[in-house]
């Protein structure tokens, strides 16, 4: 199947820096791929849609400026959490849509941010 | 808005089948998914049903929609404990290009 790669895993920072999470679909196309944030005990939350070669699309209560995401290219989207803060401090999951697999999507293995 | 609900827990006997329930409320899907979380990793694509088919089967995964009522459910024969999982179920809908899932249900196995 469709495989997503997304890096890295995990990451801990300090408080104030900026951290890059990269999603990339391995073997296939992805005009369009999704973020989303999952907090402990809850389900997933879409945080924005990202379309390569344009603005991304976010989700009422998600602050762009905050939570920058870049898709330059029809296989690598990036989520860039600027200024990062504790509370930012979550499972970032992204996922990619397959125009070659009926539109289905597939999801990267996460990565775990914790904000020092 | 369009919202997608699951229960949050259910345990089973090692060998016995699982039922998982989740009613959506969407009336556009075009997709609904099954999805599978196990502890610390990304969702993993179990399978999914298009909203005009009533059932699916893969191996030991069946999955029943009822497009009337709104009602889709997953069940694993023969369940064993490499299913212990959070699995959940998202609606796709074609309407904004995006999926809402479920709260997700909590599968135990016990021995």
């Known amino acids: 199947g469709a495989v997503v790669s997304q890096h890295p895993s995990w990451v801990i920072c300090k408080s104030g820096t900026s951290v890059k999470i990269e999603c990339r679909s391995l073997?296939?196309?992805?005009?369009?791929m999704f973020w989303y944030r999952q907090f402990p005990k809850q389900s997933l939350m879409l945080m924005a849609t990202?379309?390569?070669?344009?603005?991304?699309?976010?989700e009422q209560g998600v602050e762009k400026d905050k939570f920058l995401i870049n898709h330059a290219s029809l296989t690598l989207s990036t989520l860039t959490v600027t200024s990062a803060h504790p509370e930012d401090s979550s499972f970032y999951i992204c996922?990619?849509?397959?125009?070659?697999?009926?539109?289905?999507?597939?999801f990267g293995s996460g990565t775990q941010l914790s904000v020092l | 808005g369009e919202d997608v609900e699951q229960s949050l827990f259910l345990s089973v006997r090692e060998g016995d089948s699982s039922v998982i329930n989740c009613t959506y409320t969407?009336?556009?899907?075009?997709?609904l998914y099954w999805y599978k979380q196990e502890p610390g990793a990304g969702l993993q694509l179990l399978t999914y049903?298009?909203?005009?088919?009533d059932m699916k089967q893969d191996q030991r995964l069946t999955v029943l929609l009822n497009k009337k009522d709104k009602h889709l459910s997953l069940r694993i024969a023969d369940t064993q404990t490499g299913d212990s999982a959070i699995y959940f179920c998202?609606?796709?809908?074609?309407?904004?290009?995006?999926?809402?899932f479920g709260s997700g249900t909590r599968l135990s196995i016990r021995p």
């Open positions: 996922s990619a849509r397959s125009s070659q697999a009926d539109e289905k999507l597939f």
């Open positions: 073997d296939f196309q992805a005009t369009t």
């Open positions: 990202s379309n390569e070669g344009s603005k991304a699309t976010y």
């Open positions: 969407d009336s556009s899907s075009t997709y």
């Open positions: 049903i298009f909203s005009n088919m």
């Open positions: 998202a609606d796709g809908y074609s309407s904004a290009s995006k999926i809402i």
